[in-house]
């Protein structure tokens, strides 16, 4: 019996061509993007689980009690060696300095990291689970020694087989290769590809004074200290135990401002204030779109498998007469859609591994995801299968419930077009045009964040890197920049304007002895930084950068923030600013109207502008017109002949502010691909839908056009319902998603507003679309001559 | 082998009742012939839907080989009907999608045999209406003669006691029409009991008896 219903389930599946292709393709392409979505989520959820003691590693952050909380994570090499001394209940300590940036030497060829090597020591692989391939973990316990991925391996030398084999940093200091390490796992924010030992960083990172080891201040973000416990819940007791040590080791007084924790290692993906900050709410929406896409393409499937009761009502009925019990023929039905459904899922697989391999070149590029493994793979697609073929089952069972015999065979029981099925379809366009309206609004404020210059100039700027050892020769490099009449202006600086990473500290104001219960954003860097990022100088003048006594600038927020209205009155008042020049106190010479040292994601900030050289990081370049290649070859070969031990690396400064909206940027695409998959799913339906009624209408059409009835007049007839059914779907999307919309907005300190055009414009995508889709099958329709239609058979 | 007493089926039509079946009295005895005429409308269509279970009375008995059909349970009416009817339409209908072989073999399926009974029954069959050749060509394939045939051997595969045909020449030309009828009497003459609706004279004739019908009623018996 079941042969025989799979044998009918392929030739009515065959004989209905078109029905079958769009229903397939809609099933496909919902399936597939649903499993990608899935894929996405479980990969971002399972960031350092992995690891077999996952709930009991922890890592240092610390809060600085300001007026507003100061979030930050890592802390000292000093820090780190007390812990593994003096807490018992600590197990394994190590410090993990990640994000590294130096340039390698290998074969004579150059390297950079960019930011894929660390320090650490063997205690690291105690604590993480990244397993060792070759060589022998405790080696790199030993001076000059490093571990590499198998991928970097391969990549610096052709293979994975080069345990005891030399690459040199900086050109200066030979490292060898101890150990080869598994990187299949790739869901962690605490890996690296490069691990150097630890006891070589003083050399290889030419750190030249004791304090980097001894004294408990000396932190940086991206020196973490790693830990695992012994036991889980002893988390707090080991904090106060860290409090301890700090008024121990370093001052008590430092407890009045800090604040130590202890942040578990897999909340720190999710974690905003210390931590990556993946939106769980980016997980969440996803998760709605693929089970609303899915949701449309088994409307689809539902409708134009009721549709076709044209067709099938017959069929069943001469089956009912030939004896067929209503189970028998439900099996019938059900056969069909698993098989369908199958085919469907097959597809998607397909589609899936494109898709998979296409977003991770293209859409992910930082940040690739990775494939869950298969035994849950094959789990989710046997369960969309299966819930899909129950879900569309559930309307044909209905429809055989209905079915009386004699109606069936005679054709009365035409598909009846009734409230479900037209509240289906509406509901349908809803979710496309929910999600179209959200792709102008996000496209639109992503562009605004990326190509709004809050008080200064991106347009024709590079910055160039300059690393520690590299500031020797700055008075050559500076020379040149002078002599070259393609730049208009240059500036060595720290921070330019939009920047992701921006220091700060407290302020001594005016004959104040005490500090500031807040702290100012500083941007760094020489006296022409005005004039290459073009902020206006609203009183006073500029700073001279070489006096003794420093001069600073500050912004109208901190002017407003220190109490003053007028620029004049502040200009000449003492300032100490911590952190930017601790030797001398400096004053203010001139007030700049705002600027963003931030994403726009944070409001301005008040802000310091003034001199410190050890922190200056970049050149920034501003030439003029639209002759960078040329510039940048002469840049380049300059640099290789001051330089011949580094990689030219420079960045375009607007490319450069674009970075900073990743998280949107991805959201963006991701919302685009989302919508194209609903219109596509929904034209599909329009398409069957379109197809049914025309067949379904044929009679009415050939009276219609015998009593007169143009080619235009048909073609509104039919057009009519549909355009019905998306200005309905129109008016119950637009409100949802303007309070979506408006709520998404909130979240960004400066946003663009929700306009009456983004709306216009969703209604009128949305009709053409649907005028479009169904205008070739309707004109078809309206031109058939009625002699054809009208003939009874 | 048949017996209707006081067969009554209507439609409400607004307040009032519009009644297609108006008390009917009928007996029939195995291995009869029976030919329904009357004008359309009259409900003969509707009194063999009655008699072949597709439709049910509003009113009155029913009794089939002694068991009164209307008091079973739907599951006991299709077993009842599975075993001892056939049906054989004006327009065919067989199923599109299938071969003459499987659509002979679809109401078998439906009976739960297995597939080596379903083989025996389907060959016998094709071979008995000389359509051996056919058996791998689909519906759209064959003449509405051929298609009639088919639907007969369909009809008859599952051995039932009573063949019921509705117009079963009325699609087609008088020579298949003749060819039809013959094979009719034929089957009668093997066993199998008939009651054929039909619109002409000259097909009611192959029959052992004809009724008349007229507005729902039997004109005379």
């Known amino acids: 019996m079941i042969k025989h219903f799979f044998i009918t389930a392929i030739r009515h599946l065959s004989k209905h061509k078109i029905h079958t292709l769009l229903n397939v393709w809609g099933l496909a392409l919902a399936i597939a993007c649903c499993l990608f979505i899935y894929t996405f989520i479980v990969y971002q959820l399972g960031f350092d689980r992995f690891h077999q003691k996952s709930d009991r590693i922890f890592m240092v952050v610390q809060d600085l009690k300001l007026e507003q909380l100061e979030h930050s994570k890592g802390g000292s090499y000093a820090m780190y060696t007390a812990i593994e001394k003096e807490i018992p209940q600590v197990e394994h300590v190590t410090l993990y300095m990640d994000k590294q940036e130096l340039t390698l030497k290998i074969d004579n060829k150059l390297f950079k990291t960019e930011g894929k090597a660390a320090f650490t020591n063997a205690t690291y692989f105690e604590i993480l689970n990244f397993p060792w391939l070759r060589g022998d973990v405790q080696q790199l316990n030993e001076p000059n020694t490093v571990a590499l991925t198998k991928s970097i391996a391969e990549r610096y030398f052709g293979t994975a087989d080069v345990i005891g084999k030399t690459i040199w940093v900086e050109s200066q200091h030979p490292v060898t290769v101890v150990g080869i390490i598994d990187d299949s796992r790739k869901n962690s924010d605490f890996r690296s590809e490069i691990y150097f030992s630890l006891a070589s960083v003083k050399g290889l990172k030419g750190i030249t004074e004791d304090s980097f080891f001894n004294n408990w201040g000396y932190t940086h973000t991206s020196n973490n200290i790693l830990m695992s416990l012994h036991q889980p819940n002893t988390k707090s ?63 689809n499937y539902i409708n134009m498998t009721s549709a076709q009761q044209l067709y099938r009502s017959t069929e069943m009925g001469i089956r009912k007469a030939l004896g067929g019990t209503k189970k028998q023929l439900f099996l019938q039905f059900t056969i069909e859609t698993l098989l369908l459904s199958l085919i469907a899922l097959i597809l998607a697989w397909l589609l899936f591994f494109i898709a998979f391999d296409w977003a991770n070149k293209y859409l992910f590029l930082t940040d690739p995801i990775q494939r869950i493994p298969l035994g849950s793979f094959l789990m989710i697609s046997l369960l969309l299968w299966w819930g899909i073929a129950l879900l569309t089952s559930i309307y044909p069972s209905l429809f055989l419930k209905q079915l009386h015999i004699q109606t069936g065979i005679k054709k009365l029981a035409l598909g009846r077009w009734n409230f479900t099925q037209r509240t289906l379809v509406v509901l349908q366009n809803s979710i496309a045009l929910l999600l179209v309206t959200g792709t102008i609004v996000i496209v639109s404020q992503v562009r605004y964040l990326k190509n709004t210059d809050k008080g200064f100039d991106r347009s024709s700027v590079l910055i160039i890197p300059i690393k520690n050892q590299m500031w020797a020769q700055k008075e050559k490099v500076s020379n040149l920049l002078r002599e070259n009449p393609a730049i208009i202006s240059y500036s060595f600086c720290d921070n330019p304007p939009s920047y992701d990473k921006v220091w700060g500290g407290t302020v001594q104001f005016d004959d104040s002895t005490e500090w500031e219960t807040w702290a100012p954003r500083f941007a760094i860097g020489d006296s022409s930084y005005l004039s290459t990022f073009g902020i206006h100088l609203l009183a006073g003048d500029n700073f001279n950068q070489d006096m003794e006594n420093p001069q600073f600038l500050i912004n109208e927020t901190m002017l407003h923030k220190l109490g003053y209205t007028q620029a004049q009155d502040i200009i000449g008042k003492n300032l100490m600013a911590g952190g930017l020049n601790d030797q001398h106190k400096g004053k203010i010479i001139g007030v700049v109207a705002d600027f963003s040292t931030h994403s726009l994601n944070e409001a301005i900030a008040p802000t310091v502008l003034g001199y410190n050289e050890t922190r200056f990081k970049n050149v920034a370049i501003k030439y003029a017109g639209t002759a960078s290649s040329r510039l940048l070859n002469t840049l380049e070969q300059q640099w290789k002949i001051l330089y011949p031990n580094e990689v030219f690396e420079y960045h375009f400064y607007d490319e450069q502010i674009a970075n900073l909206y990743k998280k949107e940027a991805l959201l963006e695409k991701l919302i685009w691909i989302a919508a194209s998959l609903s219109i596509i799913i929904s034209i599909f339906g329009f398409l069957g839908l379109i197809s049914v009624i025309i067949a379904k209408r044929t009679k009415e059409i050939g009276i219609r056009k015998v009593l007169g009835s143009s080619n235009v007049g048909i073609f509104q007839l039919l057009a009519k319902d549909f355009i019905r059914w998306i200005l309905i779907a129109f008016l119950i999307s637009a409100p949802i998603a303007w309070y979506l919309l408006s709520k998404w907005l909130e979240d960004f300190t400066y946003h663009i507003t929700l306009s009456w055009w983004m709306f216009v414009l969703t209604g009128i995508i949305g009709i053409l679309t649907t005028l479009l889709t169904i205008s070739f099958q309707s004109f078809k329709a309206a031109k058939t001559n009625p002699v054809n239609s009208l003939r009874d058979e | 082998m048949i017996k209707l007493e006081n067969i009554f ?100 399926i439906y009976k739960n045999l297995s597939s080596k009974e379903r083989k025996a029954i389907v060959a016998d069959m094709l071979d008995r209406f000389g359509i051996v050749g056919k058996k791998d060509l689909f519906p759209s394939q064959l003449s509405g003669g051929q298609q009639q045939i088919v639907g007969i051997a369909r009809a008859l595969a599952g051995s039932p006691k009573l063949l019921l045909a509705d117009e079963p020449t009325g699609n087609l030309n008088s020579k298949q029409g003749e060819d039809i009828m013959s094979l009719f009497k034929q089957l009668n003459e093997d066993g199998v009991t008939i009651i054929q609706v039909t619109h002409s004279e000259k097909n009611a004739e192959y029959g052992r008896r004809t009724i008349n019908m007229l507005d729902g009623q039997l004109k005379d018996i």
Not at chain 1, 270 to 293: E, P, V
Not at chain 2, 58 to 69: A, C, I, S, T
Request: net charge negative.
């Open chain 1, 237 to 299: 007791l080991v904090e106060k135990s860290l409090h301890d040590l700090v008024a121990k080791h370093w001052h008590k007084d430092v407890l009045e401002y800090y604040n130590y924790k202890l942040l578990g290692l897999p909340e720190f993906h999710f974690d905003k204030d210390y931590g990556k900050g993946t939106q769980k709410s980016l997980l969440i929406i996803l998760g709605s779109i693929g089970l609303g896409i899915l949701g449309m393409a088994c409307v």
């Open chain 2, 9 to 108: 089926k209507w439609y409400q039509v607004g307040g009032a009742r519009s009644f297609v079946l108006k008390d009917i009295n009928l007996h029939i005895e195995q291995g009869d012939f029976v030919s329904i005429m009357g004008p359309s409308g009259s409900g003969k269509s509707t009194l063999l839907n009655v008699i072949g279970l597709l439709d049910e009375p509003n009113e009155g008995k029913y009794y089939f080989m002694g068991e009164d059909v209307l008091a079973l349970k739907a599951k006991k009416r299709a077993a009842l009907f599975q075993s001892h009817m056939g049906y054989v339409f004006q327009s065919y209908h067989l199923i599109d999608e299938l071969t003459v072989y499987e659509n002979i073999e679809t109401p078998l």
